[in-house]
């Protein structure tokens, strides 16, 4: 098995450092620019206007984002690489029957929580036809080297997104469980269902935290993972509810969820090697908060998560992920 991790073709080159330096907002209005820290982390952390930082990591600075995730060039490389992986088990981009309407031209598609853009410019260059537009709280994403037909936008979700009922095709967002309380997600839903066309299509994928058929090690880990998300009020199941509450928006119909299982550990080739990779890369960013939770000291938690990838060749567990798809009617 194996998977392409080139980057996605770009109108012109750009290096990595200048994409990611910080700029003023969009010219659309976005509430972020005031941003300030409201959760304080007690391991060596640093706060200017702009980002927090902890453990020598950076970290977006928003109010009311409850996102944990860093957002440095470490952190961006793993989410390029998992873009990738996911592409590669799923087969596709995306589930959602939009093909037609994405060559034909015309299509205007939103995706919440863009990071990086990898996604949006792999879609931009297949389609040319289209319009894609990434919004994300944090500037990552490419200021300058991009397709002719992307737009990057500054933007939270939870403050209401800058555009007009009914404005687009198709609607993706991925990975965002972690950022969400359960309200928090119905209110997301809302904003989104308001700003799909009808007969628009909306797509949420989510994988599983925790790889189902694993051993003791993989609990005790995530279990720190867990109980810092759960101190955050997020909803680590949220992929249970999200059928119920797409139904519950009264504005959805043909709602059906697909399901993907795929081995995970180094046991399981390169794909299974990259899953498990992107997990310990989470185990090591926090590496302090998650050793102290589980009392141990920082060189036994290093050998812990050494234990980990042994223990995963021995039980051989795998990840399942879900793609939830809906159409706006009314």
Avoid at 83 to 111: E, M, Q, T
Avoid at 116 to 137: C, K, L, Q, Y
Avoid at 257 to 285: H, P, Q, V, Y
Wanted: hydrophobic share 35%; net charge neutral.
């Amino acid at each position: 098995m194996g998977a392409c991790l080139c980057k996605p073709k770009l109108r012109q080159r750009q290096k990595r450092r200048k994409l990611h330096r910080r700029v003023p907002a969009s010219s659309i209005s976005s509430p972020l620019s005031d941003a300030h820290l409201i959760m304080s982390d007690t391991f060596d952390c640093g706060v200017n206007e702009e980002y927090r930082f902890i453990d020598g990591r950076r970290f977006h600075n928003v109010r009311n984002s409850k996102y944990m995730m860093p957002c440095d060039d470490d952190e961006l490389d793993r989410l390029h690489v998992l873009h990738y992986i996911c592409r590669f088990i799923w087969k596709c981009n995306y589930s959602a029957p939009i093909h037609d309407k994405l060559s034909s031209g015309g299509a205007l598609v939103l995706d919440i929580g863009c990071g990086t853009g990898t996604w949006v410019v792999e879609m931009a260059n297949e389609f040319p036809r289209s319009h894609f537009t990434g919004i994300d709280i944090s500037p990552v994403f490419p200021r300058e080297a991009k397709p002719e037909n992307v737009l990057f936008v500054e933007a939270n979700l939870l403050d209401g997104l800058p555009y007009n009922d009914n404005t687009f095709d198709y609607v993706h967002m991925r990975f965002l469980m972690t950022a969400f309380s359960k309200q928090e997600w119905e209110r997301a839903l809302k904003e989104i269902v308001r700003v799909t066309k009808i007969n628009g299509i909306i797509e949420i994928m989510e994988d599983e935290l925790e790889p189902r058929n694993d051993g003791p090690i993989s609990r005790l880990l995530h279990s720190a993972f867990l109980s810092d998300l759960h101190s955050r009020n997020i909803d680590t199941t949220i992929y249970n509810h999200m059928f119920d509450m797409l139904m519950n928006t009264r504005q959805l119909a043909n709602i059906k969820a697909e399901e993907m299982s795929t081995s995970f550990g180094k046991w399981a080739d390169r794909i299974g090697t990259l899953l498990a990779e992107n997990t310990a890369n989470i185990f090591r960013t926090f590496r302090t908060k998650f050793s102290s939770f589980l009392g141990l000291e920082p060189d036994e938690y290093d050998k812990l998560l050494e234990a980990w990838y042994c223990e995963l060749n021995e039980c051989k567990p795998y990840n399942v992920g879900y793609r939830f798809l809906a159409t706006k009617y009314k």
